[in-house]
């Protein structure tokens, strides 16, 4: 059974570091083909994708936000760090941590229950 | 960046209806093209993958069809449970970008 579910602070206050931890099980971040991304939802609002780390250690980040993106992984933990530097206001969101799979197409077909961060001094 | 549009933004329709969502790439990604289910409160959930495969455990009554930059997600029975929002994603290139939504509403 494939489960994430993501951990981090519900509030954070303008220009610091969101740190948030994606722990998995079900599946391992050394399987070719696994990926694991980043995606969030302002409130009431699109999903954005953010960033993704790949089974061989390949990371890629939204252009818009890449310098402030960093995104990397811990296999034997099975954990998945996200961090966001610079945060405000407009970065509140629920944030979601994804499986992807190479052999669905690109999709991600797992999702966690997402974690909402507040930006707010 | 590959730009992706839905529409309609929203529509309301009755149990029973045949529902139908466009959604259309700024330039051609084959069929990298996927379709999720989003209810309140909840996270996306995948529908259809590579344009029209529909993911296990999906009611035969969603299927989605097209390639190129022009996709189309279909629902041929509105039931009661599928009133929500839907998003369209490209997986053809970084970044993998979603559509703004179609919110599905009961008339």
């Known amino acids: 059974q494939v489960t994430l579910r993501e951990s981090g602070p519900a509030l954070v206050k303008p220009t610091q570091t969101l740190t948030l931890t994606c722990t998995f099980s079900?599946?391992?971040?050394?399987?070719?083909?696994?990926?694991v991304s980043w995606i969030r939802q302002p409130p009431g609002k699109a999903l954005e994708w953010l960033a993704r780390?790949?089974?061989?250690?390949?990371?890629y980040y939204s252009t818009s936000l890449r310098t402030r993106l960093t995104i990397s992984k811990d296999t034997s933990k099975n954990q998945v760090v996200f961090t966001m530097t610079n945060m405000d206001p407009v970065d509140t969101a629920t944030y979601y941590c994804?499986?992807?799979?190479?052999?669905?197409?690109?999709?991600?077909?797992?999702w966690g229950q997402g974690t909402l961060v507040t930006v707010s001094s | 960046d590959i730009q992706m549009t839905q529409s309609p933004s929203s529509l309301s329709a009755s149990v029973g209806d045949r529902v139908t969502i466009t959604c259309r790439a700024s330039?051609?990604?084959?069929?990298?093209l996927n379709w999720y289910q989003q209810k309140p409160g909840k996270a996306p959930k995948l529908l259809i993958y590579?344009?029209?495969s529909l993911q296990s455990g999906v009611p035969s009554r969603f299927s989605g069809s097209g390639s190129g930059t022009d996709f189309t997600l279909t629902i041929s029975t509105l039931q009661p449970e599928d009133f929500a929002t839907y998003f369209c994603q490209q997986s053809h290139s970084i970044p993998p970008a979603f559509g703004q939504g179609t919110k599905v509403e009961i008339k």
């Open positions: 780390i790949d089974w061989d250690d390949d990371k």
């Open positions: 330039q051609s990604i084959t069929t990298y």
């Open positions: 994804a499986r992807k799979r190479n052999s669905l197409g690109g999709a991600h077909d797992y």
């Open positions: 590579a344009a029209s």
């Open positions: 079900g599946f391992s971040l050394s399987t070719s083909g696994m990926c």
